[in-house]
């Protein structure tokens, strides 16, 4: 009996010992997070020049980009933010407004600000942007940026707030611990721009539209969990070829258009994560070279 008391005593001091080790942990990650958060990202930026709002063709490529790339996911329709992810269990980020109307968070950018925000995700005060998936947009070419940013400084205005991220405390842990990281300790600050290429069905245009993918399925595209997704979220697919690619369900660029016009899969099932009011948007020709891209990447094993 002596015995047992014994090591239920120890018992309870280990547990309590890890639960002391656990919440030190915790407390250390948060504070790691908050100092990364607010960290200077300081980067050498050179502006695209604005268009005009006269430019009738560049406001049509912004409108597409804007509504076909994934901004729409998290800005809205309407370019003034909005709540994409709420899971009730304390994560919740909300877009900021970035049309010209009240609460707009880029009210008197200048050309060097949008460039940064938008391929570096970094803020005009040389902070990271959290959430803001610049990995996406780093490799935008000078024409497309600065068509989608005409887009947003000519659009009507609209009322709206600034950003909201609300992260849990584990989450923030594995940030301040490097285990996740923002989109600008990501990016290749010192890469020039990608040069523009044709638009139409081949590799070449299709590795371009792809960029839009890095966000989620990685920089090989070979997928895995989705950084600083909810727990409940599902791994991003392996898009390269070979075993465990999710392109064996699309092997016609076809069946990549069902999927992003409709959101299900060739056997009728949902896809849960994917930003299908962008996605449903693209264009055939973007969709099919995307569809040649992947279809030529290297196999790849899910991470």
């Known amino acids: ?41 300081d980067i050498a930026v050179q502006g695209v020049p604005f ?26 329709a309407q370019a003034n933010g909005r709540v994409f992810l709420d899971d009730g269990k304390g994560m919740r980020i909300a877009g900021p407004n970035i049309s010209p109307g009240p609460g707009s968070v880029v009210a008197g950018y200048t050309p060097v600000d949008w460039v940064r925000a938008i391929r570096h995700g970094v ?36 009322s709206g707030a600034g950003a909201v991220v609300e992260l849990p ?21 010192a890469k020039p721009p990608e040069q523009p290429v044709p638009e139409s069905v081949t590799v070449k245009h299709g590795a371009y539209v792809a960029n839009m993918c890095l966000g989620c399925h990685g920089a090989r595209l070979a997928g895995g969990k989705i950084p600083g997704g909810p727990p409940e979220w599902p791994a991003a697919s392996n898009l390269t070829p070979g075993d465990g690619s999710a392109m064996v369900r699309y092997p016609d660029a ?3 258009l069902a999927l992003f016009k409709t959101g299900k899969r060739p056997d009728g099932t949902a896809v849960k994560v994917m930003p299908f009011e962008s ?3 693209m264009n055939d020709t973007d969709v099919r ?15």
């Open 254 to 256: 076809e069946a990549l």
């Open 169 to 189: 405390l584990p989450v923030r842990a594995f940030y301040g611990f490097g285990l996740m990281h923002d989109a600008a300790a990501k990016i290749d600050h």
């Open 1 to 41: 009996m002596n015995a047992a008391r014994r090591w239920a005593k120890r018992a309870a001091v280990l547990i309590a010992v890890l639960v002391a080790m656990a919440a030190a942990a915790l407390w250390l990650g948060n504070e790691l997070a908050t100092r990364k958060m607010q960290r200077t990202v």
């Open 51 to 76: 268009r005009s709002a006269s430019d009738s063709a560049a406001l049509e490529r912004g409108r597409y980009l804007f509504a076909s790339r994934g901004c729409v996911d998290c800005h809205g």
């Open 289 to 303: 070279a995307l569809h040649l891209f992947l279809k030529s990447l290297p196999s790849g094993s899910q991470s």
């Open 123 to 158: 803020s005009r005060g040389g902070r990271p942007l959290m959430v803001m998936p610049s990995e996406d947009y780093n490799r935008l070419t000078d024409d497309d940026l600065a068509s989608l940013v005409a887009y947003l400084r000519f659009k009507e205005p609209a």
């Open 279 to 281: 996605l449903r948007e």
